[in-house]
């Protein structure tokens, strides 16, 4: 059912949602991982390698959870939720919507305009282009920065998920757990 029309969230939605949260946050623990020079030098190629790849794949997931949720909407917030939440819940899911396109495109851009390929998974490859600077340097710098705004942002939308569930104890999380009409 439509997200749209049944107050809660469609079943579509509730998997993007879900399986979106698990491959993103793997893979901000494995860029972290990189990051931070957590691995060797012989274990860290075939993980960048694989990283690429995913990330490349969630560029195209993340084109289609935007233009689905474009589509379907977002519900209303149930009944009895302060303007002041409501703004800061489209707040948050702005900056999630923003950070998964953001956290992808900026890692295909860093490795395509700095001259290197992205391997899909041994299946094919995309090629780099000629070296371009500027971009891949302001891609570098995207990709740098974007994970710390996205683990923020997990980390809101998680609490407040929380606080409508325990403290609240309204149907906010509950319609994205179940297709039963929110309360």
Request: with cysteine; net charge positive.
């Amino acid at each position: 059912m439509s997200d749209k029309t049944n107050g809660t969230f469609g079943g579509i939605s509730r998997l993007n949602h879900w399986l979106g949260a698990l491959l993103y946050l793997g893979m901000l623990a494995v860029g972290f991982t990189l990051a931070f020079d957590l691995l060797t030098r012989e274990q860290a190629g075939p993980l960048r390698d694989l990283h690429k790849a995913t990330g490349t794949v969630l560029l195209v997931f993340a084109f289609w959870r935007i233009v689905w949720r474009f589509r379907e909407g977002f519900p209303a917030p149930v009944a009895g939720v302060p303007a002041w939440q409501a703004a800061a819940s489209r707040a948050v899911h702005w900056g999630l919507i923003l950070c998964i396109l953001a956290m992808p495109l900026s890692g295909v851009l860093m490795s395509l305009f700095g001259g290197r390929a992205i391997d899909i998974y041994g299946l094919f490859s995309i090629p780099g282009f000629s070296k371009v600077e500027s971009i891949q340097q302001f891609a570098r710098s995207l990709h740098g920065l974007v994970p710390y705004a996205f683990v923020a942002l997990i980390l809101a939308h998680t609490l407040g998920a929380l606080k409508h569930a325990l403290l609240d104890k309204d149907a906010t999380l509950a319609r994205m757990i179940s297709s039963k009409q929110a309360a």
